[in-house]
């Protein structure tokens, strides 16, 4: 294992970066070990947990074992090397399903741009990933390469180990959450955190999205993916129901499900009285309007730095990180928010 420092703790310019390498039960086991304090106390911060979540958690975990061995590997390893036990670990690993009906859903905007709308002909798969400020410090990178399958390059949160990112095939993944107005129940099914992870080791999107048609899901979320081949998809999901579609032009998404059967049985209907992401989406719109021209690097980075269109009360949560995946390139590029500063754009690669 090689790391050139420990997990941020604090909100400094560049996300500390951890590298492992072996079987998918070796890597959780590293990964545990090495931040074990960091896991143990996030879980203690974000999982309050109580009969009936530990109760939901063991529901869910025969269908990891079934559906992505892998992740529940590394799973195991994770857990064997701290103090949480098995259903601990998959209690954390559904904090999309139990945490998002409770958060302000104003956060979170993603964006795909195809090779025939990029200027380097690279696709692009880029997010905000907004959450409470205090979540923050938590942040950190993981570079994994898996014995039985590429390497991965994950943004991650102690205990969700690949929350989005890019791998050494050139397959990128961002997303956004999702079912908000209403909020959707969480279903038996696999944690969006454990699906994110099984994402991410594919070789394309064909076999993400082939993935993704035979799993049972324990929530909603909106996934847009890229990859080298130059295949960009976008995906709106309930537990029960989902949506993919192909793109050739830009496609983007704040929270708020955009295709008219997704609508309908999510039974979305907005509140005008809250806040929610379509003042982003507006701003975004606004903004590839006025530059009609090949989307660069630098313009993803303008788009991403847009400011909500604030119609209703201040958000609650902040853009704690910017995330840009170049998909031939095989790179990530990650500034860091802060609370009350921008950092730089900072590179990451596999090398």
């Known amino acids: 294992?090689?790391?050139?420092?420990?997990?941020?703790?604090?909100?400094?310019?560049?996300?500390?970066?951890?590298?492992?390498?072996?079987?998918?039960?070796?890597?959780?086991?590293?990964?545990?070990?090495?931040?074990?304090?960091?896991?143990?106390?996030?879980?203690?911060?974000?999982?309050?947990?109580?009969?009936?979540?530990?109760?939901?958690?063991?529901?869910?975990?025969?269908?990891?074992?079934?559906?992505?061995?892998?992740?529940n590997r590394f799973l195991e390893g994770m857990a064997q090397a701290t103090k949480l036990?098995?259903?601990?670990?998959t209690l954390l690993?559904?904090?999309?399903?139990?945490?998002?009906?409770r958060f302000d859903p104003s956060h979170c905007t993603a964006i795909v741009v195809p090779p025939r709308q990029s200027r380097?002909?690279?696709?692009?798969?880029?997010?905000?990933?907004?959450?409470?400020?205090?979540?923050?410090?938590?942040a950190g990178m993981l570079r994994?390469?898996?014995?039985?399958?590429?390497?991965?390059?994950?943004?991650?949160?102690?205990?969700?180990?690949?929350?989005?990112?890019?791998?050494s095939a050139g397959l990128a993944l961002m997303w956004t959450g999702a079912g908000y107005f209403p909020p959707i129940k969480p279903s038996v099914g696999l944690?969006?955190?454990?699906?994110?992870?099984?994402?991410?080791?594919?070789?394309?999107?064909?076999?993400?999205?082939?993935?993704?048609?035979?799993?049972?899901?324990?929530?909603p979320f909106?996934?847009?993916?890229?990859?080298?081949?130059?295949?960009?998809?976008?995906?709106?999901?309930?537990?029960?129901?989902m949506r993919i579609e192909n793109?050739?032009?830009?496609?983007?998404?704040?929270?708020?499900?955009?295709?008219?059967?997704?609508?309908?049985?999510?039974k979305q209907v907005l509140d005008t009285k809250k806040i929610h992401s379509s003042g982003r989406m507006k701003a975004i719109t606004g903004y590839l309007a006025r530059h009609q021209r090949p989307v660069s690097l630098t313009t993803l980075k303008d788009i991403l730095s847009l400011p909500a269109v604030r119609v209703h009360k201040p958000l609650k949560s902040v853009t704690v990180d910017q995330l840009i995946a170049d998909c031939r390139a095989r790179r990530l590029f990650i500034r860091r928010n802060g609370i009350s500063s921008q950092h730089r754009w900072m590179e990451y690669g596999f090398e």
């Open 1 to 71: 294992m090689n790391s050139n420092s420990a997990l941020s703790k604090t909100p400094f310019e560049r996300l500390a970066i951890c590298d492992f390498k072996g079987s998918s039960l070796r890597l959780g086991q590293q990964y545990g070990e090495h931040c074990s304090g960091l896991i143990e106390g996030f879980y203690a911060q974000e999982c309050t947990p109580n009969e009936k979540k530990l109760l939901y958690a063991a529901e869910c975990l025969p269908l990891i074992r079934r559906f992505a061995p892998e992740s």
């Open 85 to 89: 036990s098995l259903k601990d670990a």
């Open 93 to 101: 690993t559904l904090h999309e399903e139990l945490y998002h009906s």
């Open 120 to 138: 380097t002909r690279s696709p692009y798969v880029a997010q905000n990933w907004d959450w409470q400020p205090q979540l923050s410090p938590w």
């Open 144 to 167: 994994m390469r898996w014995s039985r399958d590429l390497s991965t390059l994950t943004y991650q949160y102690p205990g969700l180990w690949a929350c989005c990112g890019i791998n």
């Open 191 to 219: 944690p969006t955190y454990i699906i994110t992870s099984e994402l991410i080791r594919r070789k394309s999107v064909h076999e993400a999205l082939e993935f993704l048609r035979k799993v049972p899901k324990a929530g």
């Open 222 to 241: 909106m996934f847009l993916l890229g990859d080298a081949g130059g295949e960009c998809a976008l995906v709106e999901a309930t537990p029960n129901h």
């Open 247 to 266: 793109v050739d032009t830009v496609a983007y998404r704040a929270n708020l499900y955009e295709f008219a059967d997704v609508i309908k049985v999510s």
